[in-house]
């Protein structure tokens, strides 16, 4: 069954995948944050006089965190194929058969995760725990080999 | 009774001291030679005998170290140490940021495997609770 197969590439399943987005949904809210900080500052540098803190316009910080989640999904899946998330769960991202995501599959892989999130969930139910994502494109979810 | 001849006796008499004196020359300059060679001799023999001797397993033997250790005035001792530079030594020569660097990065590493672990097997879990669910072939994966 699912009994550990050190040297064979296993898929990962909910538990740690979900973990994995939620945390990094936490490193993407930090960046948000650190953007308006460093928002603030520079308006408070350039205007101190006139300084309020600014309000935050729902589109425009929708779409700002929309794309600071891509560009940072994508940047990680192409380049060592591990979010933070990942890494923490030991998780990485995987072509079908190359080691790495290509850079078209990474960035369409991320703008569909960041727009449809819930696809995570047919991990529970697909035989070969893969999500939406992973069906469309492609792609595993493996578990990083463990260092023994 | 000779030194009360007249001429003849005074020239006997300064003989007399003459030869006293040379005598008592004679006898204080060997006497040092021979307090010199004393002493070289049982220098010599005192060597010797400590060569032939083995002094620790002596002092093991005869002297009571534990009794003697009991007697030590160690606070005098170490009063007269000045304990905070040699703590300052110490703790110079113990490199202690490596060695919290290193128990950390242990303590970390074995958190990120705990933590893997555990999802993996969550992962196990909830796949084996869907299959049954499912009414799946588990080994069919």
Not at chain 1, 109 to 125: E, H, N, S, T
């Amino acid at each position: 069954v699912t009994s550990s197969e050190p040297d064979v590439e296993r898929a990962a399943g909910i538990i740690t995948r979900g973990l994995a987005a939620v945390i990094d949904l936490v490193v993407v809210l930090l960046i948000m944050s650190a953007l308006y900080g460093g928002l603030v500052l520079v308006r408070l540098v350039y205007s101190p006089a006139a300084f309020s803190v600014p309000s935050l316009n729902a589109v425009f910080s929708t779409v700002v965190t929309f794309f600071v989640a891509v560009l940072y999904l994508t940047g990680c899946w192409t380049v060592s194929g591990s979010t933070a998330g990942a890494v923490t769960m030991g998780l990485r991202v995987v072509g079908r058969r190359s080691q790495r995501v290509s850079l078209l599959v990474g960035l369409l892989r991320a703008i569909c995760c960041v727009l449809l999130p819930i696809g995570l969930l047919w991990v529970v139910v697909d035989r070969r725990r893969r999500s939406l994502q992973d069906i469309v494109f492609r792609t595993r979810v493996i578990y990083l080999k463990r260092a023994r | 009774v000779a030194e009360k001849v007249p001429v003849f006796g005074p020239l006997m008499r300064r003989g007399v001291v003459g030869l006293s004196e040379r005598g008592d020359k004679w006898v204080t300059q060997s006497a040092d030679q021979f307090k010199a060679l004393l002493a070289a001799v049982a220098v010599g023999l005192v060597a010797l005998v400590l060569d032939e001797m083995d002094l620790n397993a002596l002092v093991r033997e005869r002297v009571d170290i534990d009794v003697l250790a009991a007697d030590l005035d160690i606070d005098a001792v170490i009063n007269r140490v000045d304990l905070i530079t040699l703590a300052d030594k110490v703790i110079e020569g113990v490199d202690l940021p490596a060695i919290i660097r290193e128990s950390t990065n242990s303590m970390t590493a074995e958190v990120m495997t705990d933590v893997r672990t555990q999802g993996e097997r969550a992962d196990d879990v909830v796949a084996g609770i869907v299959d049954r669910m499912l009414g799946r072939d588990r080994d069919n994966r």
